[in-house]
């Protein structure tokens, strides 16, 4: 799987960041698990065809010293499709960004 991780966090961090994921990203109902809606301007050509399967999203994971963020990239709606597949390099720019921006704005040295 290809992932975007930020480690070695300090347990004050974490707390943050968990606060911040609350608010600016969606839950899943899964512990610690919470999704990324991408934007609409940045879908490909095949996701924005695909009205069905939207929104999509990628899985950020909180873990006690570490934030995975997958990079691929889902459909809320179905689990198998050709819609589904990893962030091209625009898609991939903007996650990452999203991620610094959250650490960045909560003041976290890494």
């Not at 799987?1 to 707390?15: A, F, P, W």
Request: charged fraction near 30%; glycine fraction near 4%.
């Amino acid at each position: 799987m290809k992932q975007y991780v930020i480690d070695e966090l300090q347990s004050g961090d974490s707390e943050k960041i968990v606060e911040y994921v609350k608010h600016h990203f969606s839950a899943t109902g899964l512990d610690q698990v919470y999704w990324v809606i991408l934007p609409d301007d940045l879908l490909s050509d095949t996701q924005k065809a695909h009205r069905e399967c939207r929104p999509f999203y990628v899985a950020v994971e909180l873990m006690d010293t570490s934030v995975k963020c997958e990079l691929l990239v889902r459909s809320k709606k179905r689990l198998g499709c050709d819609c589904i597949c990893y962030a091209d390099r625009q898609q991939r720019n903007w996650v990452i960004d999203q991620m610094d921006l959250m650490i960045d704005d909560l003041g976290i040295q890494t």
